[in-house]
């Protein structure tokens, strides 16, 4: 098993920066892949971002591309998202997930850190 578990998040104004972290545990030789989704209210779950864990490929949403940065520290066992030009749209419960090898969905999930951006 893998735990993660986010921090980060906070409340902050249209514009400003915020990074969120996502620490991970257990068997962490068993990860392949992170990722960022995010969920506002009333809406599903979407990606945001992700990043393989040995080779850094990177993929992002349309709607973050230019804005997000993810990256990890595997000396730390940690992934990052880097929050830039935050918009009030970017308001949403944030987590981090996970996925071995050999499967092709995301099946390790923190508990979420709430990011809420005013205007």
């Known amino acids: 098993q893998v735990q993660l578990v986010e921090s980060g998040g906070g409340l902050v104004q249209a514009g400003d920066s915020l990074r969120l972290s996502c620490a991970t545990s257990g068997r962490t030789s068993s990860v392949y892949r992170m990722g960022w989704f995010r969920q506002a209210p009333g809406k599903e779950r979407e990606f945001v971002a992700a990043i393989s864990w040995s080779g850094g490929r990177t993929t992002y949403a349309d709607s973050v591309t230019g804005r997000y940065t993810i990256s990890r520290d595997n000396s730390k066992n940690t992934v990052y998202l880097q929050m830039n030009s935050l918009k009030p749209e970017d308001t949403a419960v944030y987590y981090c997930?996970?996925?071995?090898?050999?499967?092709?969905?995301?099946?390790?999930w923190g508990q979420g850190t709430q990011v809420t951006v005013s205007l």
């Open positions: 997930a996970g996925r071995s090898a050999s499967r092709s969905e995301f099946h390790y």
